[in-house]
């Protein structure tokens, strides 16, 4: 069973930064293989892909992002970043990290992101 953990949510003032990482459960690069990425649940909205690393290697973002969001990992592949700057107030949601690691679908519990003077 894979787990994914995020951290790194909270509360942040409109034009401040945060920087959010998923940690998995299974070690190693075989993730790299796999697509893995970032989405975002706001209240009320249904979950949008944010980021995403392609199986490919490909990175792709949201439009809404692009420019102020930066999808990356380490370089054992089982620990993603997303660095968030310029943050907007309808940046405001539940962040979720996503493996699709063999096939499967696999999501983080979640971390809440409130960007709000």
């Known amino acids: 069973q894979v787990q994914l953990v995020e951290s790194g949510g909270g509360l942040v003032q409109p034009g401040g930064s945060l920087r959010l990482s998923c940690a998995a459960s299974?070690?190693?690069?075989?993730?790299?293989?796999?697509?893995m990425g970032w989405y975002r649940q706001a209240p009320g909205k249904e979950r949008e892909l944010v980021a995403v690393?392609?199986?490919?290697?490909?990175?792709s973002y949201a439009d809404s992002v692009k420019g102020r969001f930066t999808i990356s990992r380490d370089n054992a592949g089982n620990t993603m970043y997303l660095q968030m700057n310029s943050l907007k107030p309808e940046d405001t949601a539940v962040y979720y990290c996503?493996?699709?690691?063999?096939?499967?679908?696999?999501w983080g519990q979640g971390t809440q992101v409130t960007v709000s003077s």
């Open positions: 690393f392609t199986g490919g290697g490909v990175i």
């Open positions: 996503n493996s699709k690691l063999w096939g499967r679908n696999y």
């Open positions: 299974v070690s190693g690069s075989i993730f790299t293989y796999y697509p």
